[in-house]
Every structure is written in structure tokens, then in C-alpha cells.
């Protein structure tokens, strides 16, 4: 096994139980009825199983760089770079794959292929594949598209977790606010000395809102964004189910 399969966990992944294939490539295959049987394919390498290519079908296309993620992340739409940086800043998610495979099944002797948007790995050792969607895309797809509602019935085929995200569960407020603020702050420097007195601060009164912070630490300068900051970078927790701001209380991490 190469180093770069090693370090993508495959025991803990949805193909623990797959065969690995002289290209490397891990394959699990599957037969849903007479007529339709088909295999789900991860490359050997952290590739994305479907490129996204510059222009593809008039999209924009978006390249990210996410700590959080295993290899590109390449978004065709606004919606899908909207969902990348949610799950970036999202605590409960370890890391996650964008395209991770890809799904090929023969139906009556047509040869069909998808591909799931991400799969998803959570801190408590979950995983979930992810298709992102517009809404109305979601809805025509499931009355005229037999390869979309296919994907679904083979992924629960193998029992895995999967969902559909459309723009009311991306983009629902505050949520949506809260994340391009943090976004916005997630790669400003904060010197360690300052972090470590910020924390402290919070530590001693257990919870902070952020307006108090501001003037609370004894013999440091601290402006609001440095506390965006330190919550964008995982040092600081807040309650992201009301809006961010100098109103919002904040806890320290550790």
C-alpha cells in the first residue's frame, strides 16, 4: 500500500470491506436485481474521481484550500463552496473528500456512472456521503433522473449514511452569516502570546461574551477580529446557532 492510501484511514472509511485491485484502487460491487448490478470504485490516490474542469457546463469553479480536507477541493457552483467552507469550521468534522468515487452500475445493458459530491468524516468516527444540490435541481432530479435516485438506493444498499444538501440547509441563517464571518478570519494571525491570554481570560470567568473580552485582557490589545479568529481556528467555541457578534458569549477549546 502506498503511503498516500496509508494515510487516508481506509479501515475507518465506507471501504473497509473493499477489494483492492492491481491498479491500487479499492472496488466494492454490488447487485441490486437481476438487471442491475454495478461496483463503486476509489482511485488509489486522493484525485478527485470526477475533475472539475474550468468552464464545465458554464459552472463557475472554485478551488479551495481547506486544511480539513483529503486532496482538491474543487467546487462547480457557489452552493457547493458555500457547504466546503461550512464543513471546514464545523467541529464536529475531522475531514472530508471532495468527488471521492465513483458508482458504475449496468442497467439492461446501459452503462451508467455518478458521483457523490463528499464523503464526510466526523470526530466521533462517522462517515456520511453527501450529494449538494440546489433545491429545484433536487426536485426535478427525483421525478426525471434515474441516476440521481439510483445513487441514493445503492449507497443505502451498503448501509452507509447519505444526504442530500440543498441551499435551505447550506445557506439557513445565521448559520450561513456566522460562517462567512469566520471564513473571513480564518487566516489571520494571531500572535501566541495573545491567543494564550485571550484563552486564559475566558477560562477564568468559564464564558465571555465578546464585546467584554475585548477590554478584559489585562496588558494585551485585543480588536474583535482576533476573537473571530481564535473561534474560526478551533481555540474558542460560540453558539453558532445565533448570530456571531459583540453580543455572542465564547469558551475556551481547552
Known sequence: MSSVAASRHIASSPFRNAKRVADGSLVLRFRLSETVRGKIVRSATVAPARPVKPGWHQRPTTMLVVPKAVGRVQAESGLEADAYRAFALDQTIHSFQVQPFRIEYDDNGRVISTYPDVELHHADGSYEIVQIKSFATYQKHLETNPRF??????????????????????????????????????????????????????????????????????????????????????????????????????????
Do not use: C
Not at 443505502?156 to 462567512?180: C, D, M
Not at 496588558?219 to 481556528?233: C, P
Open 149 to 254: 435516485r439510483a445513487e441514493e438506493k445503492i449507497l443505502k444498499h451498503f448501509g452507509w449514511n447519505y444526504r442530500v444538501l440543498t441551499e435551505n440547509e447550506i445557506r439557513a441563517q445565521p448559520n450561513h452569516s456566522n460562517i462567512r464571518l469566520l471564513w473571513h478570519y480564518k487566516t489571520r494571525l494571531v500572535a501566541d502570546d495573545l491567543r494564550d491570554a485571550i484563552a486564559a481570560t475566558v477560562r477564568k470567568h468559564k464564558s465571555m461574551k465578546v464585546s467584554d473580552l475585548v477590554n478584559a485582557t489585562s496588558s494585551k490589545r485585543v480588536h474583535e477580529a482576533d476573537i473571530y479568529a481564535l473561534v474560526s481556528q478551533g481555540f474558542l467555541k460560540t453558539d453558532q446557532t445565533q448570530l456571531i457578534g459583540p453580543g455572542a458569549f465564547v469558551i475556551a477549546t481547552a
